[in-house]
Structure formats: structure tokens, C-alpha cells
């Protein structure tokens, strides 16, 4: 069929209609705002509907009235109860180690042939995101490229990034690969078109999967350049060390909040030891004697500038520290605590979190975005914890061994030890069930991921406690909002109005070239704001635009879903490139210089995958 050809741009719609332009123009505006929290955007963007539509009823040109409650149907909207489901189910492959086997052989892999063991990661990774959130695949990957780097000594910035962009384009091979998919298909379904099967567009995916996989192991690591990452040093930073008083030193007779201002600040005493096994409590006006012992934790730079202002001498135990009996860090081991969704550290500051009496580890530094956040205490303690972020701590072995294991946190090591239980295989059988029931047995993808979370209850593979740090207040918040915005454009016009200024704008393309186009257009807009909101809104509007050029609106909707699958240029485009970012020590540059020619290729493909796929002429 030939295009159609529309030469003057179409007339503007109306009040309504534009007002809900405006809005979704200003959401993609505070979408982009890092100062500006998504929640917050989120829920200013359904009030602002809500109380619009409110004040100013809608009656379209049927008679028929837009009610205002309407807008707040996306939190009961199935995809949206799939995607939280899924991603408490996801929680419970991490809790319990399902996926640590797996994890392993990969390790051990490394040592016969790391080039063929970096494709078989990459392979693993697209593999699993096909079927489950991607973000507990990298946590399993992270621990385990970060230990080979180590141990190996190459830079983990050549295999973190391409493991996730490897997880992201296995990610949008099925209808639950990610929470875009899930949300395209429901829109999809619910606008009257064939509710799209888990692996209806699975073979297209999967050979641009494949395309993109080779790219990501033989060029981007070439492309990368080899960052220093916060855990290349494995060396302890701070040192335990006793602060004699010594006799007719400033030190005696002064309360310690005296002592903490002659040192600038820079003293922080754990314990006060007096005598042979008297421990006298660091109150601010515990008076210092001849012979105390102030035991403290610090960098050897800040001991020695301690050790000078005080008129104290360093001791390590009963031996002084000097140039034959250095500070010793024996026994204490640096990691890496990684914030993610459903991290008990998420949204909380280090004071708020008692961390260090908590967890038995010093924070050295926070890192966010490819920078340390400063390194003076007071402001570490006060920094509220992003997804992210990289705590960079130190601490006993053996307490850093304890809290990996446990599963809680995130921690990156120079050990490939991963956390494992006795309920691994459960939740690694009800997460295969899940999949299994809506793919073969007819049932809603919602459905059988809430019959999946019971089980893994009822089983203790998860508890309500964990399930309840699994779900995303952001995620939950732009999900409604999108599909408010979805239904607001769809009932007043607005994405009629849209398909028609792009059909314009297009006039003489063929169907295949406006596929395409739509398609770069949901890439560029995903690496820029949520990708969540560019499906939603671009949903209606793809199948508007299918439906004035009488063509089938199946491909314009899978091109809508592949072009906000295409999160590689920015690092904040999806949050496990947030993930890599920070634990492979990359830069803004780093996504561009690898995600942009990534994003070429994809594009491409899928432009000449999907006409011969559905027949769309050129």
C-alpha cells in the first residue's frame, strides 16, 4: 500500500486536548530532572489530571464524559500488578541464590578461557533478562566480573558495561522481559488490538540479540578505555591505632570535645581505655588523664596530624608505631556495597541507619554518578542513599563474608562467594512456573506471577518484609502516571492530533520508513526520560498512526516497544546502567561513545526485520 500523502499539518485540537499536551510535555521536562525526584513528577503530573478534569469536565463530541477518577485506574491496571509481582519474584531469586550455580560455573569459566567465557556471559545474561527483570541478573553477574578483574588484573571497565547491555537487549525478546514490554502489551490490548503472546516477537529480537551480542564482545570493549574502578585498590585505607597521653601533654586534663576542636574535628574516639581492662565511655565531657588510651580509626595521614596536635604517641597493641613497626591492616578488607531497589540502605542516610554499629563497617567514601561524593564524615553521614550508589567500606573479613552471604546488601569483593540457601531450588522452580503457566497455559502474565509471589511466601523463600523492599515506589508512581497520560491523550484527542502531525511530517514515506522513524524517535526519547512513560505515551500514538495510514497497527506497536527497550546511550536511562556505572568506574562519555553505535545497530536491524515480518512496503 502506498503512503498517504498529507501536505498542510492538521488543525489544533481542542482546550482539552492541548492542555493534555502541555502537561505531557512538562512531564518529559520533570522526567529529566535529577533535582526533582520521579515519584514527585509522577504524582504532580495525576493530581494535575485528576483536579484538571475536575475543575474543567470533558464531554467529547459523542456525549460521553471523561470522569476524573479514571486517571488513578493505573494502579489497578494488570500491568502494573504483573510488574510489581515480577519484580518481587525476581527479589526472590536474589534472597535466595537461585541463580548462584549458574554463577559459578561462569567463574570457574573465566580461569580456561576468559574471551570464550565473556561470550558466554553475555549469552547468559541476554538468556535470563528474556524472563526476568534484568536487575537481578546483573546483581549475579556483578560480584563475579568484578572477582576476575581482581584476580586477573584487567579492568573491569572491558566486561561490566557490555554484560548490561547485554541483559537489556535480551530484555526486549519477550512480553515479560521487562516492564516496557508489559506495559506496551496492555495498552496494546486494551485499545482493542491481539493481546501480543510472550514469544510473538521473540525471532526478530532475538536475531538482533544476537547481532548486538557479537558487537558487545568483539568491539565495545575496544571502544572502552580502561577505567580505574573504586575496588581496584584492595588495600586497607583506615588503621585501628591506640593514642597514648602522654605526661604534661595538651591532651591531659582536657574533656574530649576540647581535644576534638584542637584536632580540627578530625578525632573520633571508639573507646577510652584506662588501666589494664578499664573502659571509661567517649562522653564530649569525659575528662582525659596521663596514660589513656583513645582508640581510634583513621587513614595514617590523619593519625599522624592526631598524634602532633595532641602530644600523643601511636601505638598498634603495646608497640609504638615508627618507621620499623608501620600501621598494619591485617585481618581488615575493602568492599563495595552497591544501593539497589529493595536494599534496606535505599532512601536512608548512614546516621538514620546507625550503619557502622549495624554492620561493623566503616564508610570510606559514597560514590554517585562516577564521582565521590566528599569524603568528610559529616557529609557521609548525611547523604541520603540513592539507587546507585557505591558505598566503598572497610571492615573485618570475616564480617564483610558474613553480611555477603546473608544476601541483605550488594557487596562487590575481590571474592566470587555468592549468597545461597536451602530454598534456591524452590524459588528457582515457582519463577520456571510462572513463565511456564502464561506462556503454555493461557493464563495472564498477572495472574500467574501473583500465584508465583504467594508461593515464595508461603514457601519462606521470601518474606513479607523482603517482598515489601522489592516494590518500587518510583516504578509504581510513573507506571499510573504514564497510563493516566496514555488514557488523558487517547480520550480527548490528543494522540490523534500527534499521529496526524507525524503522518504530516512523514507524507510520502512508506509505512516501513514511518516504522522506522517511530522507532528512532522512542530511542532517542528513552535515553531521556523514563522509559516507561515513552512506551505508555507512544503506544496510542503509534496505533492512531497505523490507523490513518490503514495499515496494520501490530508493527507500529512492536516499534514502539523495541525503541524504548533501547536504554544504552545514558547512563541514567535504566538503573543497571547505574549499576555498572559506578562499579566499572565509567564516565557519562563512556555510554555514548559504546551505547550510541549500540543503538545504531538495533535500529537498524529492527528497521529491516520488522517490514519483511509483516510485509510492510518501502
Same mark, same amino acid.
Given at each position: 500500500?502506498?503512503?498517504?500523502?498529507?501536505?498542510?499539518?492538521?488543525?489544533?485540537?481542542?482546550?482539552?486536548?492541548l492542555a493534555v499536551l502541555l502537561l505531557v510535555l512538562?512531564?518529559?521536562?520533570?522526567?529529566?530532572?535529577?533535582?526533582?525526584?520521579?515519584?514527585?513528577?509522577?504524582?504532580?503530573?495525576?493530581?494535575?489530571?485528576?483536579?484538571?478534569?475536575?475543575?474543567?469536565?470533558?464531554?467529547?463530541?459523542?456525549?460521553?464524559?471523561?470522569?476524573?477518577?479514571?486517571?488513578?485506574?493505573?494502579?489497578?491496571?494488570?500491568?502494573?500488578?504483573?510488574?510489581?509481582?515480577?519484580?518481587?519474584?525476581?527479589?526472590?531469586?536474589?534472597?535466595?541464590?537461585?541463580?548462584?550455580?549458574?554463577?559459578?560455573?561462569?567463574?570457574?569459566?573465566?580461569?580456561?578461557?576468559?574471551?570464550?567465557?565473556?561470550?558466554?556471559?553475555?549469552?547468559?545474561?541476554?538468556?535470563?533478562?528474556?524472563?526476568?527483570?534484568?536487575?537481578?541478573?546483573?546483581?549475579?553477574?556483578?560480584?563475579?566480573?568484578?572477582?576476575?578483574?581482581?584476580?586477573?588484573?584487567?579492568?573491569?571497565?572491558?566486561?561490566?558495561?557490555?554484560?548490561?547491555?547485554?541483559?537489556?537487549?535480551?530484555?526486549?525478546?519477550?512480553?515479560?522481559?521487562?516492564?516496557?514490554?508489559?506495559?506496551?502489551?496492555?495498552?496494546?490490548?486494551?485499545?482493542?488490538?491481539?493481546?501480543?503472546?510472550?514469544?510473538?516477537?521473540?525471532?526478530?529480537?532475538?536475531?538482533?540479540?544476537?547481532?548486538?551480542?557479537?558487537?558487545?564482545?568483539?568491539?565495545?570493549?575496544?571502544?572502552?578505555?580502561?577505567?580505574?574502578?573504586?575496588?581496584?585498590?584492595?588495600?586497607?585505607?583506615?588503621?585501628?591505632?591506640?593514642?597514648?597521653?602522654?605526661?604534661?601533654?595538651?591532651?591531659?586534663?582536657?574533656?574530649?570535645?576540647?581535644?576534638?576542636?584542637?584536632?580540627?574535628?578530625?578525632?573520633?574516639?571508639?573507646?577510652?581505655?584506662?588501666?589494664?581492662?578499664?573502659?571509661?565511655?567517649?562522653?564530649?565531657?569525659?575528662?582525659?588523664?596521663?596514660?589513656?588510651?583513645?582508640?581510634?580509626?583513621?587513614?595514617?595521614?590523619?593519625?599522624?596530624?592526631?598524634?602532633?596536635?595532641?602530644?600523643?604517641?601511636?601505638?598498634?597493641?603495646?608497640?609504638?608505631?615508627?618507621?620499623?613497626?608501620?600501621?598494619?591492616?591485617?585481618?581488615?578488607?575493602?568492599?563495595?556495597?552497591?544501593?539497589?531497589?529493595?536494599?534496606?540502605?535505599?532512601?536512608?542516610?548512614?546516621?538514620?541507619?546507625?550503619?557502622?554499629?549495624?554492620?561493623?563497617?566503616?564508610?570510606?567514601?559514597?560514590?554517585?554518578?562516577?564521582?565521590?561524593?566528599?569524603?568528610?564524615?559529616?557529609?557521609?553521614?548525611?547523604?541520603?542513599?540513592?539507587?546507585?550508589?557505591?558505598?566503598?567500606?572497610?571492615?573485618?573479613q570475616d564480617t564483610i563474608g558474613e553480611i555477603k552471604?546473608?544476601?541483605?546488601?550488594?557487596?562487590?569483593?575481590?571474592?566470587?562467594?555468592?549468597?545461597?540457601?536451602?530454598?534456591?531450588?524452590?524459588?528457582?522452580?515457582?519463577?520456571?512456573?510462572?513463565?511456564?503457566?502464561?506462556?503454555?497455559?493461557?493464563?495472564?502474565?498477572?495472574?500467574?506471577?501473583?500465584?508465583?509471589?504467594?508461593?515464595?511466601?508461603?514457601?519462606?523463600?521470601?518474606?513479607?518484609?523482603?517482598?515489601?523492599?522489592?516494590?518500587?515506589?518510583?516504578?509504581?508512581?510513573?507506571? *499510573?502516571?504514564?497510563? =493516566?497520560?496514555?488514557?488523558? &491523550? #487517547?480520550?480527548?484527542?490528543?494522540?490523534? %492530533?500527534?499521529?496526524?502531525? +507525524? /503522518?504530516?511530517?512523514?507524507?510520502?514515506?512508506?509505512?516501513?520508513?514511518?516504522?522506522?522513524?517511530?522507532?528512532?524517535?522512542?530511542?532517542?526519547?528513552?535515553?531521556?526520560?523514563?522509559?516507561?512513560?515513552?512506551?505508555?505515551?507512544?503506544?496510542?500514538?503509534?496505533?492512531?498512526?497505523?490507523?490513518?495510514?490503514?495499515?496494520?497497527?501490530?508493527?507500529?506497536?512492536?516499534?514502539?516497544?523495541?525503541?524504548?527497550?533501547?536504554?544504552? *546511550?545514558?547512563?541514567? =536511562?535504566?538503573?543497571?546502567? &547505574? #549499576?555498572?556505572?559506578?562499579?566499572?568506574? %565509567?564516565?557519562?562519555?563512556? +555510554? /555514548?561513545?559504546?551505547?550510541?553505535?549500540?543503538?545504531?545497530?538495533?535500529?537498524?536491524?529492527?528497521?529491516?526485520?520488522?517490514?519483511?515480518?509483516?510485509?510492510?512496503?518501502?
Amino acid at each position: 500500500m502506498t503512503a498517504i500523502n498529507i501536505t498542510t499539518l492538521p488543525q489544533l485540537p481542542d482546550a482539552h486536548a492541548l492542555a493534555v499536551l502541555l502537561l505531557v510535555l512538562l512531564a518529559l521536562f520533570l522526567f529529566t530532572r535529577e533535582s526533582i525526584a520521579i515519584e514527585t513528577s509522577s504524582l504532580f503530573i495525576l493530581a494535575m489530571l485528576s483536579i484538571g478534569f475536575t475543575v474543567f469536565p470533558y464531554v467529547n463530541s459523542q456525549g460521553q464524559h471523561l470522569e476524573a477518577l479514571q486517571f488513578f485506574n493505573g494502579f489497578g491496571h494488570e500491568a502494573l500488578v504483573a510488574v510489581c509481582a515480577l519484580m518481587i519474584a525476581g527479589n526472590g531469586l536474589v534472597r535466595t541464590g537461585a541463580l548462584v550455580p549458574l554463577g559459578r560455573i561462569l567463574a570457574r569459566l573465566w580461569l580456561v578461557s576468559p574471551a570464550l567465557s565473556m561470550l558466554l556471559t553475555l549469552l547468559v545474561g541476554a538468556f535470563l533478562s528474556a524472563f526476568v527483570n534484568n536487575v537481578p541478573i546483573v546483581v549475579l553477574l556483578l560480584p563475579i566480573l568484578i572477582s576476575v578483574s581482581l584476580r586477573t588484573g584487567e579492568p573491569a571497565s572491558g566486561m561490566l558495561m557490555p554484560m548490561g547491555f547485554a541483559t537489556l537487549v535480551g530484555g526486549m525478546s519477550t512480553s515479560i522481559g521487562t516492564s516496557t514490554n508489559l506495559l506496551v502489551v496492555s495498552v496494546a490490548a486494551d485499545m482493542g488490538l491481539r493481546r501480543l503472546q510472550m514469544f510473538d516477537f521473540f525471532v526478530p529480537a532475538a536475531i538482533v540479540a544476537a547481532i548486538a551480542i557479537v558487537y558487545l564482545w568483539l568491539i565495545a570493549p575496544r571502544l572502552l578505555p580502561a577505567r580505574k574502578a573504586i575496588l581496584s585498590d584492595t588495600s586497607p585505607r583506615i588503621f585501628t591505632a591506640q593514642l597514648v597521653i602522654l605526661e604534661d601533654g595538651f591532651a591531659v586534663g582536657k574533656t574530649l570535645t576540647e581535644l576534638i576542636e584542637k584536632s580540627s574535628g578530625l578525632l573520633e574516639v571508639s573507646r577510652i581505655m584506662r588501666g589494664t581492662g578499664t573502659y571509661v565511655v567517649p562522653l564530649p565531657d569525659a575528662q582525659i588523664q596521663a596514660g589513656d588510651r583513645l582508640m581510634v580509626n583513621d587513614t595514617p595521614e590523619n593519625l599522624k596530624e592526631l598524634e602532633s596536635a595532641l602530644d600523643a604517641m601511636l601505638y598498634v597493641g603495646d608497640t609504638p608505631v615508627d618507621e620499623e613497626h608501620p600501621l598494619s591492616g591485617e585481618g581488615q578488607q575493602i568492599a563495595e556495597i552497591v544501593v539497589m531497589q529493595g536494599s534496606p540502605l535505599l532512601g536512608m542516610t548512614l546516621r538514620q541507619l546507625n550503619f557502622y554499629d549495624r554492620y561493623q563497617l566503616m564508610v570510606l567514601a559514597i560514590h554517585r554518578e562516577g564521582n565521590s561524593v566528599e569524603t568528610l564524615r559529616e557529609k557521609i553521614a548525611q547523604a541520603r542513599l540513592h539507587i546507585g550508589d557505591v558505598l566503598l567500606v572497610q571492615g573485618d573479613q570475616d564480617t564483610i563474608g558474613e553480611i555477603k552471604r546473608a544476601g541483605e546488601l550488594l557487596v562487590l569483593d575481590a571474592t566470587a562467594d555468592l549468597p545461597y540457601t536451602d530454598k534456591a531450588v524452590t524459588a528457582l522452580l515457582i519463577m520456571a512456573a510462572i513463565i511456564l503457566v502464561s506462556a503454555f497455559g493461557d493464563v495472564p502474565i498477572a495472574i500467574s506471577a501473583v500465584g508465583g509471589v504467594l508461593l515464595m511466601l508461603v514457601t519462606r523463600c521470601l518474606t513479607w518484609r523482603h517482598a515489601s523492599m522489592a516494590l518500587s515506589t518510583q516504578v509504581i508512581l510513573i507506571v *499510573a502516571a504514564s497510563l =493516566a497520560m496514555g488514557a488523558a &491523550l #487517547l480520550k480527548t484527542g490528543g494522540a490523534e %492530533y500527534l499521529a496526524q502531525v +507525524f /503522518v504530516a511530517l512523514t507524507a510520502g514515506a512508506s509505512p516501513a520508513v514511518i516504522v522506522s522513524g517511530l522507532m528512532l524517535l522512542m530511542a532517542i526519547m528513552t535515553n531521556i526520560v523514563s522509559n516507561n512513560a515513552a512506551a505508555v505515551i507512544g503506544t496510542p500514538i503509534a496505533i492512531s498512526i497505523a490507523q490513518q495510514l490503514q495499515v496494520n497497527p501490530e508493527p507500529f506497536v512492536i516499534a514502539v516497544l523495541f525503541g524504548a527497550n533501547m536504554s544504552y *546511550a545514558t547512563p541514567m =536511562a535504566y538503573k543497571t546502567n &547505574l #549499576l555498572v556505572m559506578h562499579a566499572g568506574g %565509567y564516565k557519562f562519555t563512556d +555510554f /555514548v561513545r559504546v551505547g550510541v553505535p549500540l543503538t545504531i545497530i538495533v535500529w537498524l536491524s529492527l528497521s529491516l526485520l520488522l517490514p519483511v515480518m509483516y510485509s510492510l512496503s518501502w
